[in-house]
């Protein structure tokens, strides 16, 4: 059995990459190739979960197959599938409104969102604080963002589904507690205000704030502030803030690309294989909240039980959200300047 499980970063160069695989491709190896788009934060979940399918698969079909990964900012991944620089056979991304945009442009069949069980959401995340050791700066809440001299690390909204859910979650932690949507548009001014600049993907604004040390505070998805705790031997801890956004990470077989490739069969499978017990225990381990609630609960002690409040909370659905804060003359229009690093 060969496993082929190959990253290709969703950067400049796309067209390199995909070259690379088309080559690899052509040395043999695996009977079928599956192309899994995803957002920037699950590479190693992905690194993870794909030799367990792969030999499950194997084992039940007697056919090989090969998993190669793409990983980015959630939003620009989906622009790339979208206009087909990533022939995607799945995609996994970071929010259901990047997912839906793909239906939208005709590449997902209506009801894509039902052909997999908990609405084609394997597991959930939220937005975290992730600060300093000892937490010097006290930081405990949304407020706690905007004291003086405090720089806050977050993804650009305009690239990474990170970035937009972090902007979702301050919006909610203001007006589900009674604030005013202009106390809401003020607060997520001032945050960005706050902000030196505005990476484009998660993992990139996760190595500025734990390995590059810049900043005060990272709001990053809950399974990457898990890693850079891990990987920082203690120099920085989370802070579960006392409300966040319920994040709803979700996956698709692309149909027009499936149908292409002749791997709709293979796509579903590998998909369906995330709601197994066995991959769902692999995604509480990586950090992310599964959606079987019994392998949830036997993870408590690192995903502990928080107020997190849906996205009907602020918006219908996530497709409002997406035309509400961040069509063209959104929200975020109104009050997002790009900032992009200089050095």
């Not at 690390?153 to 979702?168: E, H, M, Q, R, Y």
């Not at 690192?302 to 997406?322: G, M, S, V």
């Amino acid at each position: 059995m060969r496993i082929s499980i190959i990253n290709i970063g969703a950067v400049a160069g796309v067209a390199i990459a995909l070259a690379l695989l088309i080559t690899k491709n052509s040395e043999g190896g695996a009977a079928h190739y599956l192309l899994n788009v995803s957002y920037d934060p699950t590479r190693e979940l992905y690194r993870d979960i794909n030799p367990r399918f792969v030999e499950k698969y194997e084992a039940e079909t007697g056919s090989s197959v090969g998993i190669k990964q793409s990983h980015g900012g959630s939003s620009y991944q989906a622009r790339l599938v979208a206009t087909g620089e990533l022939q995607a056979d799945v995609v996994t991304l970071g929010l259901p409104s990047d997912v839906e945009g793909l239906h939208k442009r005709g590449l997902l069949a209506d009801g894509w969102d039902q052909r997999l069980p908990h609405a084609s959401q394997p597991y959930v995340s939220t937005i975290v604080f992730v600060v300093r050791k000892g937490n010097p700066h006290a930081i405990h809440d949304w407020p706690d963002l905007l004291k003086s001299g405090i720089d806050v690390i977050v993804p650009d909204p305009k690239t990474s589904g990170n970035g937009k859910a972090a902007a979702l979650a301050a919006w909610g932690a203001v007006v589900t507690r009674g604030g005013s949507e202009k106390e809401a548009r003020d607060f997520l001014k001032a945050l960005y205000d706050h902000a030196p600049f505005l990476d484009p993907a998660a993992r990139s604004a996760g190595v500025a704030f734990a390995i590059e040390k810049i900043g005060d505070v990272h709001l990053a998805w809950e399974n990457e502030g898990l890693r850079e705790i891990e990987q920082s031997q203690g120099a920085v801890e989370i802070v579960y803030p006392p409300t966040s956004l319920r994040i709803e990470p979700t996956v698709a077989w692309v149909d027009s690309n499936v149908s292409k490739h002749g791997t709709e069969k293979i796509a579903r499978a590998y998909l369906e294989f995330l709601f197994s017990d066995e991959a769902q225990e692999i995604i509480a381990r990586n950090g992310y909240r599964p959606s079987n609630p019994d392998i949830l609960a036997k993870h408590a002690d690192r995903l502990p039980d928080i107020n997190l409040f849906p996205i009907t909370a602020i918006a219908r659905d996530w497709a409002d959200a997406q035309q509400k804060f961040f069509a063209e003359n959104g929200i975020i229009d109104t009050i997002y300047v790009p900032k992009p690093r200089t050095n």
